[in-house]
């Protein structure tokens, strides 16, 4: 294929690499004071490559010798991960300032980190995935790490570099073990290898390298077993990024195991839902009783995305269209209601201090009754309660599981639903009824605010714009099972 | 050809004594020495699989560079390896279950080893090899040609981890004292001196 | 029988044999290499030099050698032992093992491998274990300080050393050492490529720490830095592993940039000189240099050191490979 013809294909991620490096130079050059500016001009890249992925081929195609593939499905969740990356840099702006993050690396590793997820959202090698997943992963531990003076954000940097490099290593040996079994490391030629079920004297291998890939993919998401880093990750690194954690990586890993699962290992289907039902299970029970204890929000928080994670592998074992349509709906869900309640998080300060004890809220509905009702709305959305988002979001999932007759797992995955509904319910309670505390700083910035608001509405009236995202995540989802 | 193969065991059996060596050695630099010499020897079964330009290059990058940032940092850190190894038998029991289930799975994998018939017709990378092209040039036109993109996604990769250093470790220390040569270059002799007349008898 | 003896006895014999023709050369240019620095940098300082041990002094080389054999050699207590004896060793082997494949005439060369520039950078970066295993284990302070000192510094100049050599391997297109001479026969690269000549001369100074790049065995700061603990015949290796060293980067000057063997200019009669001859005299004119320099300049304060290895050259040798590529792509220049 003509070189040009394989640009065309990727001009979001190239928009995105090359400003980086521009911006790099920029910086190197102008100095820390060159913060502000690159920040904003990071989210316009950002909005840019949103619109060159808009503007990308609609039909699936593929260039680099069928490492890199372009079709509705990366485009849908490249959008995602963009929106993601953006609100969550205008959450940190503000943010950094007050706290003294002014290194101008801040907004141009989060764009690498962006970058990394495009190519594993679009990665059609395993090769290809490797390193997308390395060169997000790289990024996302040195922005943990980014506030060194604190011990805890070098504690999260340092763990969450220490398991991930584990988790590397474990994909890798999967990886190998695929390759060694198959001879081919590219999608296409897998998918094609196994779509007769797999020869017997191949089996013990190729399920052995599909679990340890499916391990390593399953600490991306942070799913149960493999969850361990994610509180002490969350509660350590800066509040802005542990947003950008709970949403983009979580995004692009999930959609990577969907195309993962479905497309070259699509044959080994009955070999993996196994798996996949165990660790949803696990994630959803887990996540809901782990978290009733906590007393930090950002560790709630951490738990609570565990648990999140566990819904959307609902959808993904019931290994269908519509399966995945209710995955790809449920992320985008969880985008929104994840971006608000982090928005309210950054606004728990007292004397210029930030706090991140959830007793700290006791009584806000006196003090500060419009960001309770922000908060509210999130927190019932994540607990479920119709018409809100998040209600949305469990409803196709656990429906899709119903018509694949993953009966055990819907039951499980509703119990799980109704305790984590527990610890929800508890902040608002916490709100509403409890004895007042100070009152948190009125000066937030202006951009929190305004994406508070602008969340809780889309959270609230998602209902508008249902059919629309439906239509658009089912054209995505039926892109992979082509 | 007999010299081969004793070469091939030579260089096989040092590295995996080597190999062991680093880990069961008490004295961390010796550890990060006999690293260096299974890299090393590496190198050589490389060679003798004729593939002379990663040989060199192994040598170049990770004996050359990397083992020499390693032993930097092991000789400077002064690792108290009495200390490092106390929990090592209470953590023995889950390693070598670990390792032995490692070590089953590769066995009854290595066992029953078959590259499926199919997949060998649909794998698409011939390496454009023969007699003519040294492995050097083998090695680019592919690299540049059929995995373009891994190559620079590579690159970005090691920018990243290059910027990343850089973000955790460097300071700005403000008291410290810098020479600026440009400055110290454009300095003219009427910034710097003044000369005065100087009548006797009376000073300045 | 008769099989043994063609299949694997005579080669390894002939091999030896060629081994011995490079080596007793080296050792020999390698103690006069000593006895011509002091000479040189006497009649520079307007002294006389060595001049008392045979007729001019001539074999004041060998009776250094000897007084070095013949004294004890000491060991610290407090050296680790094994360490602190293989580092001499690795230091002078590295400095022989390099003339593997360096071709002093048009198929004089023990190993004409087709990665032969690669082997040598390979060979040059190993150097520095000599030197950072000796400060080691020498376990004393004052060594220690100098191997650090010398690790950083290798490490820093071979970077740039590495972009030297791309830049010549872009106008060869060949990793062969011979084909690199060849490719000269019409200009030397030192003409078209005389930024990096500059950078690739300098930078050999500070990867074989000699003057003004010497601080690893500075003695105004670290009485000499890395082998201050060493003594009889284990400095002699290292004393001679230096000196290998320092012929070892002047001929790979020769090499890279001032046509190896060949003759200076493409007249029939220059041909009649044996290509070795050319060789050594272009090898002994940049050794002269290295002479040179040091008897001239003060030696590099420890952060100028770094910054003209990493904020000077580097960059400039990265820039000077985008050029050099994009002239050989611009103009059609390819090699062969």
């Not at chain 1, 790099?24 to 820390?32: E, K, N, S, T, V």
């Not at chain 1, 300060?349 to 419009?370: C, F, H, W, Y």
């Not at chain 1, 009236?461 to 039926?478: E, K, N, T």
Request: a neutral charge; charged letters at 10%; one cysteine or more.
């Amino acid at each position: 294929m003509n070189i040009l013809t394989e640009i065309n294909l990727i001009w979001p991620e190239l928009c995105i690499a090359l400003s980086a490096m521009c911006l790099l130079m920029i910086g190197a050059f102008r100095g820390d004071s060159s913060n502000k500016t690159i920040t904003w001009v990071s989210i316009c890249v950002m909005g840019v490559a949103c619109l060159l992925v808009l503007l990308g081929p609609n039909n699936p195609s593929s260039a680099f010798n069928n490492l890199f593939i372009v079709d509705q499905f990366s485009n849908y969740s490249k959008i995602l991960i963009l929106m993601g990356a953006i609100l969550t840099l205008i959450l940190a702006l503000p943010y950094n300032l007050r706290e003294g993050i002014h290194q101008f690396e801040f907004p141009i590793l989060l764009l690498f980190s962006v970058l990394g997820m495009m190519m594993m959202v679009s990665a059609n090698d395993l090769i290809a995935l490797y390193l997308g997943i390395e060169l997000q992963s790289l990024s996302l531990y040195v922005l943990a790490a980014i506030r060194r003076d604190s011990i805890k954000s070098a504690e999260a940097g340092l763990k969450y570099f220490v398991l991930g490099a584990l988790s590397s290593g474990i994909l890798l040996y999967g990886m190998t073990m695929v390759y060694g079994f198959t001879g081919a490391t590219g999608f296409n030629e897998l998918e094609l290898a196994f779509s007769n079920g797999v020869a017997k004297n191949q089996f013990i291998g190729v399920t052995v390298g599909l679990v340890f890939i499916l391990c390593a993919l399953a600490f991306k998401v942070s799913a149960v077993p493999f969850h361990m880093w994610t509180p002490d990750v969350y509660e350590g690194a800066p509040t802005p990024i542990t947003a950008f954690f709970s949403i983009a990586p979580k995004i692009a890993a999930m959609i990577l195991l969907s195309r993962v699962l479905l497309e070259p290992f699509g044959g080994l289907f009955i070999q993996w839902q196994q798996v996949i039902c165990f660790i949803s299970i696990a994630s959803m029970a887990f996540g809901a009783f782990a978290a009733i204890n906590q007393t930090n929000i950002k560790r709630l928080m951490a738990y609570s995305s565990i648990g999140h994670m566990g819904f959307v592998l609902v959808g993904l074992a019931s290994g269908s269209i519509a399966g995945l349509q209710a995955v790809l709906l449920y992320l985008t869900v969880y985008l929104f209601m994840n971006v608000g309640t982090f928005a309210c998080i950054l606004a728990m300060k007292r004397d210029d201090r930030m706090v991140e004890e959830i007793n700290q809220l006791a009584g806000l509905s006196r003090t500060n009754p419009k960001m309770t009702i922000a908060l509210t709305v999130f927190m019932f959305s994540m607990a479920g309660i119709p018409p809100l988002a998040g209600f949305f979001g469990k409803y196709f999932v656990f429906k899709a599981a119903i018509d694949a007759e993953l009966y055990t797992l819907t039951v499980i995955g509703l119990l799980a639903s109704v305790v984590s509904a527990f610890y929800y319910l508890r902040i608002v309670k916490l709100m509403y009824f409890d004895e007042a505390v100070d009152k948190f700083d009125r000066s937030i910035g202006k951009e929190i605010s305004f994406i508070t608001i602008g969340m809780s509405f889309v959270t609230t009236l998602f209902i508008i714009i249902l059919w629309p995202v439906l239509d658009f995540a089912a054209i995505a989802a039926s892109s992979i099972f082509l | 050809m007999i010299i081969s193969s004793l070469a091939f065991y030579l260089f096989s059996f040092i590295t995996i004594f080597s190999a062991v060596m680093v880990i069961s050695a008490r004295n961390p630099v010796h550890s990060v020495l006999f690293l260096i010499l299974a890299f090393f020897n590496s190198a050589g079964l490389f060679v003798l699989l004729g593939a002379e330009f990663l040989a060199m290059i192994l040598v170049v990058v990770y004996v050359g560079a990397v083992a020499v940032l390693f032993l930097f940092v092991v000789m400077m850190l002064d690792i108290n390896f009495v200390e490092l190894r106390e929990g090592f038998l209470q953590y023995l029991p889950i390693g070598a279950l670990v390792g032995i289930i490692l070590m089953a799975e590769l066995v009854l994998i290595f066992g029953s080893w078959v590259i499926n018939p199919s997949s060998e017709s649909i794998v698409t990378t011939s390496i454009v090899y023969n007699s003519d092209t040294t492995n050097t040039h083998a090695l680019g036109q592919l690299i540049y040609t059929h995995y373009i993109y891994l190559f620079q996604a590579a690159g970005l990769l090691l920018l990243v981890a290059m910027i990343g250093a850089i973000v955790l470790t460097v300071r700005k220390r403000p008291t410290v004292k810098r020479q600026n040569i440009s400055e110290q270059v454009a300095v003219r002799v009427d910034d710097v001196i003044e000369v005065k007349d100087v009548t006797s008898g009376s000073g300045i | 029988m008769l099989e043994i003896w063609t299949d694997y006895a005579w080669p390894l014999i002939w091999i030896i044999i060629k081994i011995l023709l490079i080596v007793i050369p080296l050792l020999i240019a390698v103690a006069y290499l000593t006895y011509a620095e002091r000479k040189v940098i006497g009649s520079i300082q307007l002294r006389m030099g060595p001049n008392v041990v045979g007729p001019f002094g001539l074999l004041q080389p060998f009776a250094d050698g000897l007084k070095l054999l013949v004294k004890e050699s000491i060991i610290p207590t407090g050296s680790n032992r094994v360490v602190f004896i293989l580092a001499p060793m690795l230091t002078f082997t590295l400095g022989l093992i390099g003339w593997a494949v360096i071709p002093v005439a048009d198929g004089w060369v023990l190993s004409d491998i087709n990665v032969g520039i690669l082997y040598l950078f390979a060979v040059s970066s190993l150097g520095v274990y000599g030197i950072i295993m000796a400060g080691w284990a020498s376990n004393s302070i004052y060594p220690f300080l100098g191997a650090l000192r010398s690790a950083a510094q290798m490490v820093s100049y071979e970077v740039s050393i590495g972009f030297v050599i791309v830049t010549v391997l872009l106008a060869v297109g060949s990793l062969n050492m011979t084909d690199i001479v060849l490719a000269q026969q019409k200009v030397w690269f030192f003409i078209p490529l005389f930024p990096m000549f500059v950078i690739f001369f300098i930078s050999g100074l500070a990867e074989t720490n000699r003057a003004p790049f010497d601080l690893p065995e500075a003695e105004a700061e670290l009485v000499s830095g890395y082998n201050v603990e060493y003594s009889a015949m284990s400095f002699a290796l290292f004393f001679l592993g230096e000196y290998a060293n320092m012929i070892l980067v002047s001929a790979m000057t020769v090499i890279l940039f001032l046509g190896g063997w060949l003759p200076p200019f493409d007249f029939t009669f220059l041909y009649w000189i044996p290509g070795v001859i050319w060789f050594s005299l272009k090898v002994s004119l940049v050794l002269f240099v290295f002479l040179w320099v040091r008897a001239t300049l003060p030696r590099y304060r420890y952060d100028q050191l770094m910054r003209l290895g990493w904020k000077v050259f580097l960059p400039f040798s990265l820039f000077w490979v985008v050029v050099t590529a994009g002239a050989i792509v611009a103009f059609e220049w390819y090699p062969k």
